[in-house]
T-cell receptor, first 116, second 109 residues
Framework: EAGVAQSPRYKIIEKRQSVAFWCNPI?????LYWYQQILGQGPKLLIQ????????DSQLPKDRFSAERLKGVDSTLKIQPAKLEDSAVYLC??????????????FGPGTRLTVL | GQNIDQPTEMTATEGAIVQINCTYQ??????LFWYQQHAGEAPTFLSY????GLEEKGRFSSFLSRSKGYSYLLLKELQMKDSASYLC??????????FGKGTMLLVSP
């Protein structure tokens, strides 16, 4: 079974530029998560989708971050404009259930973003 | 929300046993996950405890005490490949996990 795919794996941009990340979850997984992991810290949930609907985006900085999952499969996360403090690894995860917190989440390899 | 506390780093030697502790606020708590994350890689699931007590899975065991807001991950017969960050994550039952900062374990020969 293929795992969660993410691209790109690495991205370097200058502050105030825009960037987009892509995620393809495990086939059949209804729930998709985007996390931000700053160096030396645990992942922080940015947004959770169930199919193509948003379940939780309470920690998403909506003035600069946006995410969509139009067809309930792939998802993109965008930052516009980027700030220095956005430098982090952006992890995508998926789970087979309907988004209950007891579901095991399967993580992708992440995109390491460096903002200069 | 929840506060999850775990030590920043630990060291141990190959073949030894190590216990990584995690404490959390008990309000709205449902269960507790442990994930392993090697440097530059994605977190991978290790265990999930919802009932009090010890659950064993090969060399790894996880313990939970709901009344004390306490969990630990026990790693036996340590191997060099066990050098990684170990993340404790609280499940509030509202579709969201709250992760701790992770404990970096360094296993030396």
């Amino acid at each position: 079974e293929a795992g969660v795919a993410q691209s790109p794996r690495y991205k370097i941009i200058e502050k105030r530029q825009s960037v987009a990340f892509w995620c393809n979850p495990i086939s059949g997984h209804a729930t998709l998560y985007w996390y931000q992991q700053i160096l030396g810290q645990g992942p922080k949930l940015l947004i959770q989708f169930q199919n193509n609907g948003v379940v939780d985006d309470s920690q998403l900085p909506k003035d600069r971050f946006s995410a969509e999952r139009l067809k309930g499969v792939d998802s993109t996360l965008k930052i516009q404009p980027a700030k220095l403090e956005d430098s982090a690894v952006y992890l995508c995860a998926s789970s087979p259930g309907q988004g209950a917190s007891t579901d095991t989440q399967y993580f992708g390899p992440g995109t390491r973003l460096t903002v200069l | 929300g929840q506060n999850i506390d775990q030590p920043t780093e630990m060291t141990a030697t190959e073949g030894a046993i190590v216990q990584i502790n995690c404490t959390y606020q008990t309000s709205g708590f449902n269960g507790l996950f442990w994930y392993q994350q090697h440097a530059g890689e994605a977190p991978t699931f290790l265990s999930y405890n919802v009932l009090d007590g010890l659950e064993e899975k090969g060399r790894f065991s996880s313990f939970l005490s709901r009344s004390k807001g306490y969990s630990y991950l026990l790693l036996k017969e340590l191997q060099m490949k066990d050098s990684a960050s170990y993340l404790c994550a609280g499940d509030s039952g509202y579709s969201t996990l709250t992760f701790g900062k992770g404990t970096m374990l360094l296993v030396s020969p």
